[in-house]
C-alpha cells in the first residue's frame, strides 16, 4: 500500500504556541531576496526597505525564527535589516 | 421576473453630441445624430417589423422587412440603414408597407418548415412574431419546389444544435461571429438559393470548426436554427433573474432563465456594464457542475484523514469542529488557526471568512487564492499609485490607440473582454504583446500584433527596464505628467538608473532574447500612443520579481503620463471572479478591508469597536508561510472556503505534507476536492446560483449576485460561515447579505456608498463610491493619485534563482485554456472537456526532435521538485527551450513539477519557471499513481448507519 504523502514525524510534531516558525534557513533566504530586490535603491535605504518590509508582512513566528537564525548566509543588506530588528 | 426577451433596438446605441429631432408615426423623437430610423422608433416606444437587425451589431439591410415611407424621399429605405435626420418625418405603417413586408414574409415561410407547435422555440420565436406582426395568412408558393426542409442537423457541439433547415440566412449569427466574438468562425457558404450557414471549412461542423462556442450566434439567432439543447430538452423559461458569473474576472452579467426550479439557460444581459451583452463558453453553457452527481450537500467529519468520511448533521458537523477549533486554540495559542477565503465567493462571504478568523480565531492569519495570483499587484500598485487595483473600465479599451498586452492571454482567460479588445484592434488600435509563448492575440482574423515580445521566461523586469531606458533616453517621457502628478525626485532617481547602458535593450537583449530593435520600436510605440493602455495577467505576477514587474508596468505608464483618463491606464486582468472582491475585503493577513494595516492603531480601534473584541496588531501567515509552520508544528488548523490548495498551489508535495501535518483541516467547498483529500471536515458550499451577495470584476466592478434556486445543501455559505463562528460563540445574527455589505461599507471608505439597494438601482458600482464619488469611479487615479504624488520605483532586474542545467534544460511555464478554468472542479464537470479532457505539454518542434517525440506521446516531465506525465504536443507556439501546460486536472497535477520559488515581495509562486527535462515516457509516475490511489481511499463516505 502506497505511503500517504506527508511530512516526517508528522504526528509528533512539538507543542510550539507562538514560538520561532519554519525553516530559518528558508527565512535567510527570503530575507535575502527582500535585500537584493531594493539593493538598487543604495545600502541605507535598503537596509531601512528590508527592515521594514519585514516589519509589515511577516508575522512573529517568522520574525522570530530570523532573529533566532545565527546570521550565516545573510547579505550584508539583509544582516544590517536584522540586527536592526533586533534592536527593534 | 417573468420571462420575456429583452427590449432589442434594432441597432446599435449612438454616442453623439448632436441631437435631432424627427416625427415618426406621429410622435416626436429626439436621438443623437447617427441614429438609425429604426432605433429612434424604439426609442419612442414603437417597433418596426425587422429579421436580420439586432442591436448589438452594424445594420445589415437585408431582411427587408424594416421598410418605411419617409416624407419627400422616393421609395421605401430600410429603417435600420437609414440615418434619423433633423426634421424627417417617418411612415412605419402603411398599406403599402404592409403589403411590402407580407410579400417578404411569405419568401421566408415558404422555405421554413411550418412545425410550429413543436419547434423548441415556439412563442419564442422572431420569425413566428414577425409573421404575426406583418399579418401574414397565407403563403401561395414553395411547397412543391426545392427548400432545404431536409437539411441534416448538427448536434457536434455538446451546448448548442445548428438545425439548417429553419435558418433564414439573415447572417446575424455570422455577423455576431464577426462582430461581437471576433472570431469570424462562421461564414455564409453558397450563392442565392445554396447560401447556407457555415461553420469553418467544407467538412467541419460546429465542433471541430474554429467556433469558441461563446454562443452569440445562438443569441443572435431569430429563429430556432441555433438552439440551446438544453432549452429543447427542458422547453422554454417561465422565469428569469439576472445575476453575475462566477467564473473569470470579467464579471459578466447574465439572466438566469429559469423553469421551475430548473435552470434552462444562461443568456448574457445587455445592460451589463463588464460585458455588453456578451458571453464565453463558460459562464454561458458551462453550469451544468451546478447539478453533477459530485456535489456533497450533507456536512462529513471523520477522525484522521485514513478514515472514510461519515455524512452528520450540520448541528454535528458544526458542534464538532468548534470544539476542534478550541481545543486546538485552548493548547495552541491563537497563531495555530487560520483560514483562506474564497476569490469565487461572495464579498459578504469572504468578509466573514476573514472576520472569523480576526475575531473569532484570534489571529491574522488569514489569506486568500491571490497569494498565488494578483498579490504583487498589491504590492506593486498600492506602492506606485496608493491602491490595489486596475485603473479603467473595461470601456476605457475602445478609447486605447495603443495595447499592451504583457503576460495575460486574454482570448483564452478573458475571452469577453478580449473580444472588446479585438474591436477595437480592428478599428486601427496598434498591439504589442510581450510573452513567451505565441498567444492567439498575437495573430487572429484582422488582427495582427505590430510587435510581439517573446522574451525569455523570468525576463519581465529587464524588458520593461529597457523600454523604460528607451523613453527616458530617447525623450519620450511626458515631462509636464511627471512634474505635476509625481514624485519628482523618485522619477529623477529612477529616470537616471534605467538610464544606465547595463538597461539599454541592446546590453540586455542576450538575457531577455528580445532582438533590441524589436524593442526600441515598441517602447517608441507604447510612449507615443497617444492614449497607450497595459493589460497583463498572471504572466507577469507568478514570477519571483512579480512584485517588480507590476512597479516597473506602472512606472512606464507614468513616464508616459498614461494614467487618469479613458483610454490608457494599467489594467491588471483578474483570474477568479472575485479575486479583486476577496483582496478588497480584507483577505490579507497584513491588511484589514479597504487595504488598510493591521498595525494602523485607528483603522483597527474601528473594527474593534464593531466587533466588540480586541484585534492582534502584528500580521498573520501567508499561505506558503502556514503550510512552512504547520511542518514546523506552530499552525495546526485551517477553515479553507472554495479553494483547492493541493491542486492550485506549487510544489504539492510540500502542500500534501503541510495539510497532512495539520489537527483539522476543514474544507468548505461544492466537491471532495484534491484538498479535502487530507481535511478532517466538510462543509458543503453552494453555487453562485445558489446565494445572495456581490463579486467585484477586475474594473472595481461591483455587482449584484442574486439567488436563483434554493442551496442543495440547504445553506449558502455565508450561513455557514455564521453558523461555524456562532458554534464558537461569537453570536453573529446577519440574516441576509445586504447586512454585511452594511458592516463592510461602514467599516471601509472605498465602499461607504455601497449598499444592496443602490446596487439595485445602479446595476453596478465601481469603487470607490465615497462622499467624492457618490457614483462610483470608472477611472481612477484621475486628478491626483491615491498617495497623492505617484512613487517611481528602481525595479531593478535580479534573475530568478530557478536555473536551467544540463539536468533540467527547458524552462516550463503553465497558463489556463478557454474552456478550464482554474482548477477545473467546476469546468471538468461540465460538457467541456470535450475541448480539453487533459493536460497536454506544447513542446517545440526542435526540442521535441531532440527528444524523438511527437504530438500525442506521454511524456515525463520533470523537475527539481517533482514529475508527472502527460501527453505532448509539438507545435512552434512556444519558442525552442520553452514548453507549457496548464493546471487544470488533478490527474496531471502540474504543480507537483512547480517549485516554492515566489515573489520577494508577497510570496506569490514562481509558476512561470520551472527549469524542467522532458522525455518519453511509457506510464503514469510513481506521484500520479499513489496520489490517484489515497485520493479514492480518501474519498471513500461510510455508509449510513440504519435509522432505529
Keep these: 500500500m502506497p505511503s500517504w504523502p506527508t511530512a516526517p514525524g508528522a504526528s509528533r510534531l512539538p507543542n510550539r504556541r507562538n514560538s520561532a516558525i519554519m525553516d530559518t534557513g528558508k527565512l535567510a533566504y527570503m530575507a535575502n531576496q527582500i535585500a537584493r530586490n531594493f539593493a538598487a535603491q543604495g545600502e541605507d535605504e535598503a537596509v531601512a526597505a528590508t527592515l521594514d518590509h519585514i516589519a509589515k508582512f511577516w508575522d512573529p513566528g517568522m520574525k522570530a525564527g530570523i532573529l533566532e537564525h545565527g546570521g550565516e548566509g545573510l547579505s550584508p543588506i539583509a544582516a544590517r535589516a536584522i540586527s536592526a530588528l533586533r534592536e527593534g | 421576473m417573468t420571462y420575456e426577451r429583452q427590449k432589442d433596438f434594432g441597432t446599435p446605441e449612438v454616442l453623439a453630441e448632436t441631437q435631432v429631432t424627427l416625427i415618426i408615426d406621429g410622435r416626436e423623437v429626439t436621438v443623437p445624430a447617427g441614429t438609425s430610423v429604426m432605433r429612434a422608433a424604439a426609442e419612442c416606444g414603437g417597433s418596426i417589423p425587422k429579421l436580420c437587425a439586432t442591436d448589438n451589431m452594424k445594420a445589415f439591410g437585408s431582411c427587408r422587412l424594416c421598410l418605411v415611407e419617409i416624407e419627400g424621399r422616393k421609395g421605401t429605405p430600410a429603417s435600420c440603414t437609414t440615418p434619423a435626420e433633423q426634421g424627417m418625418v417617418v411612415a412605419t405603417q402603411t398599406p403599402r408597407l404592409e403589403k411590402l413586408r407580407r410579400g417578404v414574409m411569405e419568401l421566408y415561410i415558404s422555405d421554413h418548415p411550418l412545425d410550429c407547435l413543436t419547434c423548441s422555440a415556439n412563442n419564442d420565436c422572431e420569425l413566428q412574431d414577425q409573421a404575426a406582426a406583418v399579418g401574414l395568412r397565407d403563403v401561395r408558393y414553395g411547397y412543391e419546389g426545392a427548400d432545404h426542409l431536409g437539411a441534416p442537423v448538427d448536434t457536434s457541439n455538446p451546448y448548442f444544435d445548428f438545425d439548417p433547415s429553419k435558418c433564414i440566412v439573415c447572417s446575424r449569427c455570422v455577423r455576431a461571429c464577426d462582430e461581437v466574438q471576433g472570431t469570424l468562425a462562421l461564414t455564409i457558404d453558397g450563392r442565392g438559393f445554396a447560401s447556407m450557414v457555415s461553420a469553418g471549412q467544407t467538412g467541419d461542423d460546429f465542433l471541430s470548426s474554429e467556433c469558441v462556442s461563446c454562443g452569440a450566434c445562438v443569441q443572435a439567432c431569430p429563429t430556432a436554427t441555433l438552439q440551446e439543447k438544453s432549452v429543447k430538452e427542458i422547453g422554454k423559461p417561465e422565469r428569469s433573474v439576472v445575476t453575475t458569473c462566477a467564473y473569470c474576472g470579467v464579471g459578466c452579467t447574465f439572466r438566469a432563465e429559469m423553469r421551475g426550479e430548473q435552470l434552462v439557460r444562461m443568456v448574457p444581459w445587455k445592460d451589463g456594464k463588464a460585458n455588453r451583452g456578451h458571453s464565453c463558453v463558460k459562464g454561458r453553457f458551462a453550469w451544468g457542475y451546478a447539478n453533477h452527481a459530485d456535489r456533497i450537500t450533507s456536512p462529513m467529519i471523520r477522525e484522521t484523514i485514513h478514515e472514510p468520511w461519515r455524512e452528520v448533521s450540520w448541528d ?97 482567460a478573458h475571452p469577453v473582454f478580449a473580444s472588446r479588445m479585438k474591436r477595437r484592434l480592428r478599428q486601427g488600435a496598434k498591439l504589442i504583446v510581450i510573452d513567451p509563448r505565441r498567444i492567439d492575440l498575437v495573430r487572429t482574423p484582422h488582427v495582427s500584433a505590430e510587435h510581439h515580445l517573446a522574451l525569455r521566461p523570468g525576463t519581465n523586469v529587464a524588458v520593461l527596464t529597457a523600454m523604460a531606458h528607451v523613453i527616458v533616453t530617447e525623450g519620450l517621457v511626458d515631462q509636464a505628467f511627471v512634474a505635476e502628478r509625481c514624485d519628482v525626485d523618485a522619477f529623477e532617481d529612477w529616470a537616471r538608473f534605467v538610464s544606465d547602458e547595463r538597461h539599454s535593450p541592446e546590453f540586455l537583449a542576450e538575457v531577455t532574447g528580445v532582438p533590441a530593435t524589436t524593442l526600441r520600436e515598441a517602447a517608441r510605440l507604447y510612449a507615443k500612443g497617444p492614449n497607450s493602455a497595459i493589460y497583463y495577467g498572471l504572466g507577469v505576477t507568478e514570477h519571483s520579481q512579480g512584485s517588480s514587474t507590476v512597479m516597473a508596468i506602472a512606472n512606464l505608464a507614468m513616464a508616459t503620463g498614461n494614467i487618469g483618463r479613458p483610454g490608457v491606464g494599467v489594467n491588471p486582468l483578474r483570474g477568479q471572479n472575485n479575486v479583486q472582491g476577496a483582496c478588497d475585503m480584507g483577505s490579507f493577513p497584513h491588511e484589514l478591508s479597504g487595504y488598510r494595516h493591521i498595525s494602523d492603531g485607528d483603522t483597527r480601534a474601528l473594527f474593534e469597536a464593531d466587533w466588540q473584541v480586541s484585534l492582534d496588531d502584528d500580521p498573520g501567515l501567508r499561505i506558503p508561510n502556514m503550510l512552512d509552520a504547520a511542518l514546523d508544528g506552530s499552525f495546526r488548523a485551517i477553515y479553507i472556503q472554495g479553494e483547492d490548495i493541493l491542486q492550485s498551489d506549487p510544489d504539492t508535495r510540500h502542500v500534501a505534507a503541510g495539510l497532512a501535518a495539520m489537527d483539522c483541516v476543514i474544507v468548505h467547498d461544492l466537491f471532495l476536492n484534491e484538498t479535502a483529500n487530507y481535511a478532517h471536515v466538510f462543509l458543503p458550499g453552494s453555487t453562485f446560483l445558489e446565494k445572495d451577495g456581490t463579486f467585484t470584476n477586475a474594473e472595481r ?248
Design chain 2, 316 to 412: 454535528e458537523a458544526l458542534a464538532y469542529t468548534a470544539g476542534k477549533l478550541n481545543a486546538i486554540k485552548a493548547q495552541y495559542g491563537a497563531r495555530a488557526l487560520g483560514g483562506i477565503t474564497s476569490s469565487r465567493c461572495t464579498n459578504e462571504e469572504t468578509f466573514l471568512v476573514q472576520k472569523l478568523v480576526r475575531a473569532g480565531f484570534g489571529s491574522n492569519n488569514v489569506d486568500t487564492c491571490a497569494r498565488v495570483c494578483h498579490s504583487p499587484t498589491g504590492y506593486g500598485l498600492k506602492t506606485t499609485f496608493g491602491t490595489s487595483a486596475g485603473t479603467q473600465d473595461f470601456d476605457s479599451v475602445m478609447q486605447a490607440d495603443v495595447m499592451l498586452v504583457i503576460g495575460a492571454n486574454p482570448t483564452d
Design chain 2, 701 to 948: 466592478r461591483i455587482q449584484l449576485v442574486r439567488k436563483v434556486m434554493e442551496p442543495a445543501n440547504g445553506l449558502q455559505d455565508w450561513q455557514v460561515t455564521q453558523a461555524l463562528a456562532n458554534a464558537m460563540g461569537l453570536g453573529w445574527t446577519y440574516t441576509h447579505p445586504r447586512e454585511i455589505m452594511d458592516e463592510i461599507a461602514r467599516l471601509t471608505p472605498s465602499f461607504e456608498g455601497v449598499s444592496f439597494e443602490r446596487l439595485d438601482e445602479q446595476g453596478s458600482l465601481q469603487w470607490p463610491v465615497n462622499e467624492a464619488n457618490p457614483d462610483g469611479s470608472p477611472v481612477m487615479h484621475v486628478d491626483g493619485f491615491v498617495r497623492g504624488k505617484g512613487l517611481f520605483v528602481v525595479t531593478d532586474y535580479v534573475p530568478t534563482d530557478e536555473k536551467t542545467g544540463l539536468r533540467f534544460p527547458l524552462l516550463l511555464t503553465t497558463g489556463r485554456i478557454l474552456s478550464q478554468y482554474n482548477v477545473g472542479a467546476q469546468t471538468r464537470r461540465t460538457a467541456n472537456v470535450v475541448w480539453h479532457e487533459e493536460d497536454v505539454l506544447e513542446i517545440h518542434p526542435v526540442d521535441a526532435e531532440n527528444r524523438g517525440l511527437k504530438s500525442g506521446d506521454w511524456v515525463r516531465l520533470a523537475s527539481r521538485k517533482g514529475e508527472t506525465t502527460l501527453r505532448a504536443k509539438v507545435t512552434d507556439r512556444v519558442a525552442p527551450g520553452v514548453v507549457y501546460t496548464t493546471f487544470h486536472h488533478p490527474e496531471t497535477q502540474a504543480n507537483v513539477v512547480t517549485t516554492d520559488y515566489s515573489d520577494w515581495a508577497t510570496n506569490c509562486p514562481e509558476y512561470k519557471v520551472t527549469a524542467v527535462q522532458v522525455s518519453r515516457s511509457n506510464g503514469p509516475s510513481d506521484w500520479q499513481e499513489n496520489y490517484a490511489e489515497l485520493a479514492d481511499r480518501s474519498r471513500r463516505i461510510a455508509p449510513a448507519e440504519p435509522a432505529e
